[in-house]
């Protein structure tokens, strides 16, 4: 019955193509193993203390399984709209507009905010949503060299009408941070509008690199997601009261969707409220991390980062591939990231690192990758 459709033939052609290449992506579901692959930073995902309080605040409320609609239609409600107000408030941002996903997020807030003759600077390694959101917008848009303040200014010096350069405080492939202090005191000098992508510091360092630098004054808009250290799922974007109407009004990831349900705001609310309680988890992940980077050697390829990402170079589809199947018959859960994910000669096991990993675990993933690589 497919086979009747022309477009069958083409896309089998092109995943057979992909194949070939070692490139092509499958699902797969696998309960094995220490999981050193998820965003769940913080365990908050797995948390019965916030899956309780989850439940408490749901009890409290009528019952509402879906939301009804969009924002602007059937879709808002007084909890939404408290929930945004709760996180301006504790981010010291004028205002907070809440999004489905992180990905809604930058492709609605990219897509809208760049005018035809405005210019788009974005560091060369930020997040694919935020190049979805480039490409569906009219400005100009030039990338620059992953972290090069020097290479942003020679942009800066060249760039038109309204300025923004987009980075993330935290890069989610690399792990690496962003020079935050100069690159917003660049944007400064050329009255740029610096725009960052929390997702990946968002409970990690503290509420995000950009309140722990207390630079939220300088810095036009951010974003932030739920669904990694926060353990839930959505995002938004914090900024002036005037950029939150215009999303309101233009970002059509926003508007042309059917909002998060009761149980998400709830969900993010309760989340909030138990990372301000739980500088255990945060320590407990910073003394991971500490000792992970006290285990490693830059020189056997693992890229620089003081952050919960932490990867290891293997060029190759099939060698990463290979790698990452032989690491996980140690019982423990890595994933290879493999290219067009990351550039050609990039792929990587991205190890990720948690509150709830133990020393014994890292020390045993750390032996497992050593011994697999001499192999
Ligand atoms: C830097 C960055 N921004 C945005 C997103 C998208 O967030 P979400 O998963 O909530 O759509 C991700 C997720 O992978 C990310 O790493």
Avoid at 49 to 59: F, H, K, P, R
Avoid at 212 to 240: E, P, W
Avoid at 330 to 346: L, Q
Wanted: proline letters at 3%; a negative charge; charged letters at 20%.
């Amino acid at each position: 019955m497919q086979n009747m459709f022309p477009a069958e033939k083409s896309i089998s052609e092109i995943l057979a193509k992909r194949e070939s290449n070692g490139a092509l992506r499958r699902l797969y579901v696998t309960d094995k193993g220490i999981d050193f692959c998820s965003n769940d930073y913080l365990g908050f995902a797995r948390s019965k203390v916030l899956a309780d309080m989850i439940n408490e605040g749901m009890a409290k409320l009528n019952v509402s399984n879906g939301s009804g609609g969009s924002r602007l239609l059937a879709g808002n409600s007084k909890y939404a709209e408290e929930l945004e107000s709760f996180l301006a408030r504790l981010y010291s941002s004028p205002a907070a507009l809440v999004f489905n996903s992180g990905y809604d997020a930058n492709v609605g807030l990219f897509s809208s905010l760049p005018l035809r003759g405005d210019t788009i600077i974005y560091d060369e390694l930020v997040h694919a949503s935020i190049h979805d959101g480039i490409r569906l917008s009219r400005a100009d848009s030039f990338p620059f060299k992953h972290n090069d303040v020097a290479h942003l200014e020679e942009r800066l010096q060249k760039a038109k009408g309204n300025i923004y350069v987009a980075i993330e405080s935290v890069y989610s492939m690399d792990g690496d941070t962003a020079p935050l202090k100069e690159i917003v005191e660049l944007c400064e000098k050329y009255s740029a509008h610096c725009i960052v992508d929390e997702a990946h510091a968002t409970g990690v360092f503290g509420l995000g690199m950009v309140p722990q630098m207390n630079l939220q004054d300088k810095v036009y808009a951010r974003v932030h997601t739920f669904g990694k250290a926060v353990g839930c799922h959505g995002a938004m974007v914090l900024g002036s009261a005037a950029l939150k109407q215009y999303l309101v009004n233009y970002a059509r990831s926003f508007i042309y969707t059917t909002s998060l349900p009761l149980h998400s705001l709830v969900s993010i609310e309760c989340a909030y409220k138990l990372l301000q309680k739980s500088p255990d988890a945060v320590g407990k992940l910073n003394d991971n991390i500490v000792h992970f980077q006290g285990m490693i050697n830059d020189n056997d390829g693992w890229i620089d980062s003081n952050s919960a990402i932490q990867s290891l170079i293997v060029p190759g589809n099939e060698n990463v591939k290979r790698l990452a199947l032989a690491i996980q018959a140690h019982d423990m859960d890595v994933r290879p990231i493999m290219s067009p994910t990351v550039a050609e000669g990039k792929e990587r096991i991205r190890v990720c690192l948690h509150a709830f990993n133990t020393h014994k675990e890292i020390d045993t993933l750390l032996g497992a990758i050593k011994q697999e690589l001499k192999k």
